[in-house]
């Protein structure tokens, strides 16, 4: 049965099998593999679990180092960091839960250390350190509070913290076996299947080799020794049910073939022999037409040969077979017309060459003069564009020193203001002056009477006698202090009086300038009139420059453009004429049987009646110098000695 299974039928059965070995094992090592990988996972999450005990328990401690330091020194960072830590254990706490979830003993015991950690911090930390900070209560007093109500609280957290660490690390430890478990399960699995895998694969190749290769070996033996020409072998496996048989009973076939072939072989050496009969007498009826064909061509390449000479006189005389005798007489005809028309060109050639002589030289005169006239015009565009830049550039100039002249105007007119209230201030430092002198008059007769005052005093007191001596030494300081203050106002009045004479010389001098200012300001006035009016012309000036320009500039471009007309049309007439002289040349190589008659030269430029005129640009030039400088014009009249168009 096994032998008359197809090819494909052994094949899938023998890779069936190998799948169904491989998807066992690897089924096996799955799920030891996800065995391993959740006790891995578990065991990562106790520890992960460990660690966020450890987080909260340490920041509990360092809050309760940091409430110490806080009510020992009293110190802003320090009391930021019993909050700080407070902050850090609950995100510890609630860590651990989020890890714990689905734990209802750890649940419950991190539920225990957070309710023992909120009565320390409510109850005893943030109690003493408001207390400490916020009032002046003395240390001993702070450290009492709240001391009874949480009295254990720190310990029953680190008692708490402690078991959930235990549990923890007990489940890692059981976590741990069981992933050792699966490991050693999972490398045992791949030893055995992967032996197991091997010795099938062996088996089945060596099943795969007796049913299939040894056979498929001997058919092709017995096709190579059909196909050196043994037809009386063997045809192996023509019993069997699969591809093998079926490609025994095709070389069945190709040897029963081979055998018929060698039947047929005498059948076709007779029929190339009656061949070959008819092939020499076809060969002779074709040698017979290729003599005839051989004379044809011969003429003809006699006779081209002779046109490729240039002799399109000659003809072919000699006639040819009946069927291409009409040859002959075409390549007659076409040779009589090509000697007509080659004579009808050379008579043409000859008058052409004679006019493209005459355009050629009508054109060089013709380029000569258009080119001295766009070399004149382009001068003239440049000198008149640096004239526009110059005037445009006084037109700006001029209104410059217009602005400039303004801004003195307003500056003279300010500096008249100016003067005009400094004189004001002049008078009202004079009045004041004066003001001054008679207080200090009032002064002088103040100190003047003190000091009467003081002498009166001075004589009473020595009439006293011994008991009134101090007041006596009293009068005496107030007559020396009166005398003092008489001097000082002596000394004021005269300055003031100095400074009186110096405001009002000042006053005089500062009304003169206020009298020239003005007269400055007039005279800036005027002069802003006449720059204003020398700007206006200015301006116009460089807008009617500006226009001519343009103007100017437009017939430069076309002077410049028939220029460029005029070099192209002289360079289409010197290639009329070279190729006008080279097809003189190629009709000189021909025979045309007779003489070829000349054109008659005739001048273009007396049948055109062309005479010279006088150039726009030009005068255009010579008006444009005149204007602007004698010098120019000169220049410009000396240089137009040439023949314009």
Known sequence: MFANMSLKGKLAATFAALILIFISVSAHVYSKANASAAAAAEQEKSELLVNHIDDALQAMLEQAVNLRGFILFRSDST?????????????????????????????????????????????????????????????????KIGVNATKGQLDGFRQASAKIKAVAREKSAAFATTQLDANE????????????????????????????????????????????????????????????????????????????????????DRMRDEAERQRQLSDEEKAREA??????????????????????ASRIATPFSAHFDSLRNDFNHAAEKLQSALQAVGRNA???????????????????????????????????????????????????????????????????????????????????????????????????????????????????????????????????????????AKEIKALITTSGDHVNTGVSLVGE??????????????????????????????????????????????????AAMVEEQTAASHALAQEANALDALLQQFKLGQAVPSATPRSIAAQSGARPVASPARALTNKLASAFGGKAATAAAVQDDWTEF
Do not use: C
């Open 79 to 143: 009391y930021g960091d019993i909050f700080a830590n407070r902050e850090r254990m609950l995100k510890a706490i609630a860590a651990a839960k989020q890890t714990a979830a689905g734990e209802a003993e750890l649940i419950g015991m991190i539920d225990g250390m957070q309710k023992a950690a909120d009565l320390y911090f409510h109850e005893l930390a943030e109690p003493q350190a408001k207390a400490r900070k916020e009032t002046e209560t003395p240390i001993a007093d702070v450290v």
């Open 185 to 268: 399960d999972l490398t045992f699995t791949l030893i055995v299947g992967g032996i197991a895998a091997s010795l099938a694969a062996a088996l089945l190749a060596w099943l795969l080799s007796r049913t299939i290769a040894q056979p498929i070996v001997g058919m092709t033996v017995a096709m190579s020794r059909l196909a050196a020409g043994h037809n009386d072998i063997d045809v192996p496996a023509l019993d069997r049910g699969d591809e093998v048989g079926l490609m025994a009973k095709s070389v069945l076939v190709f040897k029963e073939a081979a055998i018929e072939k060698q039947r047929l072989s005498g059948e076709t």
């Open 291 to 312: 003599a005839e064909i051989r004379f044809a061509i011969d003429s003809l390449a006699g006779g081209l040969s002779n046109l490729a000479n240039g002799d399109v």
């Open 350 to 488: 000859s008058a052409i060459n004679a006019g493209a002589g005459e355009i050629r030289s009508a054109a060089d005169d013709l380029a000569r003069r258009t080119e001295q006239q766009a070399a004149a015009v382009e001068e003239t565009a440049a000198a008149l564009e640096e004239v526009t830049t110059t005037v445009r550039d006084s037109a700006k100039r001029a209104e410059d020193v217009g602005h400039l002249v303004e801004r003195a105007r307003l500056g003279a007119e300010r500096s008249g203001d100016v003067v005009r209230k400094a004189v004001t201030a002049m008078q009202q430092i004079e009045k004041s002056s004066g003001e001054i002198s008679n207080i200090i008059g009032v002064i002088d007769d103040i100190a003047f009477q003190t000091n009467l005052l003081a002498l009166n005093a001075g004589v009473e007191a020595a009439r006293a006698g011994d008991a009134g001596k101090g007041f006596a030494v009293v009068a005496q300081e107030v007559r020396e202090l009166a005398q003092r203050s008489a001097n000082a």
């Open 513 to 562: 300038t206020g009298k020239a200012l003005a007269e400055i300001v007039s005279e800036v006035q005027e002069i802003n009139r006449h720059i204003g009016a020398i700007v206006t012309a200015t301006r116009e000036q460089s807008i009617g420059l500006q226009e001519i320009n343009t103007a100017v500039n437009n017939m430069d471009q076309g002077t410049q453009q028939n």
